[in-house]
Structures are given as C-alpha cells and as structure tokens.
C-alpha cells in the first residue's frame, strides 16, 4: 500500500529548463493537489484536481502547468524554471475530503 | 489575505507538560478543520480533524477544540513527548461540493526537551 508516492526526490535544474514532477497515488482517491512549501510560507496550493481531465487553478498557478489523464497520475509541469520556484512540493490526494493524504515531497532548487 | 493563521511561529514546552498550538481563521465559510505534523524532510502527516458542528475532538494525547463564534481552534497535546517535537500546521476546508482545497496556515515548530 504505496499511499502517494513523488518521483523525484530532489532535483537541481537550471534556469529555463524544464520538467515534470511526477505524482502517482493507489488510492483511487478523485481529488489531487500540489503545494509548494517555502520558509515562512506554509503550503500553498498551485493547482488541484477533482477528477480525470478536470483541473483548476489554486492560490499560487504561475509558471506551472498540470493535466490528469488518468484517476491515479498527476503531474507538475515547469516549462521554463526561474529561481523563484526553488521550493519543496507536496502532492495530496484525498476521497470525500476527510482524509488527505501526502507524498514524502520534491526538493527542487533552480540555479 | 491570510485566511488561516497560526501567529506563534515557535512553542518550546517540557517533557510530560502541555502544548497548546493556537489557530485562528478568518473565513466563515471553512467548516472542516485539520492539523498537521511534519517532521524534516518528509510529508505532512494527519493528526486529527473537527468539524463545525463540533467543539471538540480527543484522539489519545491530541484533543482540538473549535470555537466557532471566535474563529479559533487549537490543539493540546498531553503530555508531551520528546517525539511529539515536529512543526504543526493548522489547515481548513471550505464546505459544498467537491472542491477540497486546503488552506493552511504559517506551521508552530513545537520542540519538546527531556
């Protein structure tokens, strides 16, 4: 029972480069969300999902793009990595919206 | 506009004491409430919830207690333990529907000495 599991664990890019932070949950949990945490910050959200091919935008979208094809996969994309999004990022995923649940994160650094 | 709140960025208490981490919210419309533990360089882990219909919610050492009409929760945890020393975060939900999205709050970094 993996839970939600984020793919990589650490990755240092440089600027304008990009990649997709990989999200993968066996739940069948409908909902799914990113976050990003930053010193002082908390976590913000950046977009979420309700549902396969349904996707929205939270409190800090830019510069990130998501999709859900299917019930159990959804990945961040940073298209163009600007220093500014040096962060660790969470994924979560939840059913009903009781129980959420979190993968152990992406530490990213943009150089 | 910081919709949940946890104004002590830092709460230091002694083993077998009580710990109190506070939260307040500003927008009427959350009505499920969470917190979270997190330890370095891993994922927030679920403690313990309370819904508005309720003041209250025990889980062995962890009790939340909600004051609606302040806008106020907190969590006690009794007694403290070494292992408890984690940073907590404070999140709620917005009620209808099937939109989920968690607001948290700043985290209390709790340290707990032997």
């Known amino acids: 029972n993996a839970g939600v599991t984020q793919t990589p664990k650490f990755q240092v890019l440089k600027t304008g480069q990009s990649m997709t932070l990989q999200c993968a949950q066996d739940m069948n949990h409908e909902y799914m969300s990113w976050y990003r945490q930053d010193p002082g910050m908390g976590l913000r959200l950046i977009h979420y999902s309700v549902g396969a091919g349904i996707t929205d935008q939270g409190e800090v979208p830019n510069g990130y793009n998501v999709s859900r094809s299917t019930t159990e996969d959804f990945p961040l994309r940073l298209l163009s990595a600007a220093p500014s999004q040096t962060s660790v990022y969470f994924c979560?995923?939840?059913?009903?919206?009781?129980?959420?649940?979190f993968g152990s994160g992406t530490r990213l650094t943009v150089v | 506009d910081q919709q949940v709140k946890q104004n002590s960025p830092s709460l230091s208490v002694q083993e077998g004491r009580i710990s109190i981490l506070n939260c307040d919210y500003t927008n009427s419309m959350f009505d499920y409430f969470l917190w979270y533990k997190k330890y370095p360089a891993e994922g927030p882990t679920f403690l313990i919830s309370?819904?508005?219909?309720?003041d209250k919610n025990e889980d062995g050492r962890f009790t939340v207690f909600l004051n609606k009409s302040a806008k106020h929760l907190s969590l006690h945890i009794v007694p403290s333990q070494p292992g408890d020393s984690a940073v907590y975060f404070c999140a709620a939900r917005e009620g209808g529907g099937s939109n989920y999205k968690l607001t948290f709050g700043k985290g209390t970094l709790l340290t707990v000495n032997p």
């Open positions: 309370i819904s508005s219909i309720k």
């Open positions: 979560a995923s939840t059913q009903g919206g009781y129980g959420y649940t």
